[in-house]
């Protein structure tokens, strides 16, 4: 098995933190991982990718060309990226901020994520609301091991905010079911 993941956005919408969190889900699971980001050197406002490849095996590089599964978080996201996804692969998008988008070779999930992210009286967890749809809609990775994942990448200080989280992610799976 191996799976590769591109999340591109904007700085600030949290592709780090979603990136990162879903590399620990899969050690938390015993698989290989590969995870990079790349950012634009503006401290907000610029563009910024993670890269995770998951396997059951050794794992060289997070270098990629099309890929698995790609979550856009913002319309710049999906002009710019929506032609990497390999055939037949899965797209989740945040319908919020992509407007609609028109997909003929994989399956695609649009998600209002910053919509229902507002809804729960807190932006910041957009970027878990798009990985809980993606982690439900692959099968890859499995949920349960999400709140092990925030308490390892949380810092202490944050750790309040892990049942927000929590509800994030599973309103986000919801989505994907």
């Known amino acids: 098995m191996r799976e590769e993941v591109f999340m591109a956005g904007t700085g600030g919408q949290g592709v780090v933190s979603a990136g990162s969190l879903l590399a620990e889900m899969a050690l938390e699971q015993g698989l290989e991982v590969c995870y990079v980001s790349v950012y634009s050197?503006?401290?907000?406002?610029?563009?910024?990718?993670?890269?995770?490849?998951?396997?059951?095996?050794?794992?060289?590089?997070?270098?990629?060309?099309?890929v698995d599964s790609l979550l856009l978080?913002?319309?710049?996201?999906?002009?710019?990226?929506?032609?990497?996804?390999?055939?037949?692969?899965?797209?989740?998008?945040?319908?919020?901020?992509?407007?609609?988008?028109?997909?003929?070779?994989?399956?695609l999930i649009e998600v209002p994520a910053t919509k229902i992210a507002a809804e729960l009286g807190n932006e910041q967890v957009t970027n878990i609301i798009l990985l809980g749809a993606y982690v439900q809609a692959r099968g890859v990775l499995q949920l349960s091991h999400?709140?092990?994942?925030?308490?390892?990448?949380?810092?202490?200080r944050h750790h309040k905010h892990i049942p927000l989280n929590i509800q994030a992610v599973n309103l986000g799976a919801e989505q994907a079911r």
Do not use: Y
Not at 146 to 156: D, G, I, Q, R, S
């Open 146 to 156: 999400f709140e092990a994942a925030l308490k390892t990448v949380l810092p202490e």
């Open 73 to 107: 978080f913002d319309k710049r996201a999906a002009d710019e990226h929506l032609d990497k996804i390999r055939s037949g692969g899965l797209i989740v998008a945040n319908s919020s901020l992509t407007g609609p988008l028109t997909v003929a070779n994989a399956e």
């Open 41 to 66: 050197p503006e401290v907000r406002g610029g563009w910024v990718t993670s890269t995770v490849v998951i396997a059951d095996g050794e794992v060289g590089s997070p270098i990629v060309g099309e």
